[in-house]
């Protein structure tokens, strides 16, 4: 486990659970990472509210419409949780759809498509491939992200039972 994937992981987290602050400070240590840029992006465009802050990132509106224009995972990972946060359930499927056809193999690709399946009722069967991809590297910490986005309350202490 690199330190970049656990504090992106944690990245992830803190953006799934709405908090913008903690996101942006997980990512930032890692500029130029197309992950760590996304997540940022996606805390100051949803949660913080500072749009420019999101455009400087990616150096302005104009290399930022070049990037959203592109056959790329940064651009189909970012829609995916942008249409997951504004709702909308198909355009997220799709966008991790796209993205996994780029990055079949990445981590944290498979969390967001896994995410996605869980959360807009994707037929049972993408729901299983995506949980067993992710699943191929149970140590990686996007892995550990899913079981924590899933399960955020640990269970009960059967020791407390009356």
Not at 88 to 108: G, H, K, W
Not at 110 to 121: E, M
Not at 126 to 145: I, N, Q, V, Y
């Amino acid at each position: 486990m690199s330190d970049r994937d656990a504090a992106l992981a944690n990245g992830l987290i803190a953006l799934l659970e709405g908090k913008g602050t903690e996101a942006v400070a997980q990512a930032e240590g890692w500029p130029g990472d197309w992950l760590a840029r996304t997540i940022q992006f996606l805390a100051y465009s949803f949660y913080l509210y500072e749009p420019t802050r999101a455009m400087d990132l990616y150096g302005g509106v104009e290399r930022f419409q070049a990037m959203a224009a592109s056959e790329t995972v940064e651009r189909y990972f970012m829609q995916g949780f942008g249409a997951m946060f504004r709702r909308e359930p198909d355009a997220s499927l799709e966008a991790f759809r796209a993205a996994v056809a780029l990055a079949p193999d990445d981590p944290f690709v498979l969390l967001g498509w896994f995410l996605s399946c869980q959360r807009h009722d994707a037929p049972i069967e993408e729901r299983a491939e995506a949980s067993a991809r992710l699943a191929r590297d149970l140590k990686h910490p996007a892995f550990a992200a899913a079981v924590t986005l899933r399960n955020p309350d640990p269970p009960p202490d059967p020791r407390n039972r009356p």
